[in-house]
């Protein structure tokens, strides 16, 4: 990933997804918080969320916001949704962790605080996707069921696909008790490197990235498709904000995508 400061918010970028003109994609630092939390000031969510817009390039007014719930569902976005969830949380589309859309000029934004967000971009079809994956969305798939929904619903070819796995808790920080490590070996039992021992009795750590990966090959996306951030959102809460570190606290960072209008 490559790291963008124009003084304004600092934001990353994959390289994999950079080479596309003709969108525009990000991962916000935790420098500002853009999540409508509890107790947080929505006044400066929202001129936080305008500074974002701003130092990236897209319309704020357009940009789609999920009631993320930790699931696997998958929302349509249409051009009717424009701005749902983007200055308020009562407007958000409802009970969904994941977006796709080929509606040009709409910014699909996941918002996170260590769980996994990915983004998705077929350039033939034209097509893109915003999930947030926490560990109950990607055992059940979530990623995977983003891709056969831009299959169904546009006819995109999976092998297609471009995906970016972004900033989020890893396996060094990522420690569970042996409730969740047995639902990951159960998913994921013929690669036992996702679930490895901790030195503290009965606990184990999951890795995440390498779940995703998984769930977005056996979809049907290429390997060499896949760029995985490689940061760990509680190992650097300089950059991010992270619930294991900050607990109830904590603020969101976001990644968003955005399909240019011609």
Known sequence: MQKIDNGLFPFYRFENLSVFGEIVHFVASGEKNIGFTEGTDYEMIRDNRMDLGKAVGFEVS???CAHQIHSDHITVVKAE???KGALDKESRLPDTDGMITDVPGVCLLVLSADCVPVLLYDPVKRVIGAIHAGW???VAGIAGKAVAGMRENYGCCPADIIAGIGPSIGRCCFEVGPEVADVFRKKFGNMPELV????????FFVDLWMANFHVLTHAGVSARHIEISGLCTRCRPDEFFSYRYAGKQAGRFGAGIVLCEK
Request: net charge positive; proline share 6%.
């Open 81 to 83: 949704d424009r701005g």
């Open 136 to 138: 109950r969305g990607t």
């Open 196 to 203: 490895t021992a901790s030195e503290v009795p009965d606990k």
């Open 62 to 64: 357009r940009m789609v």
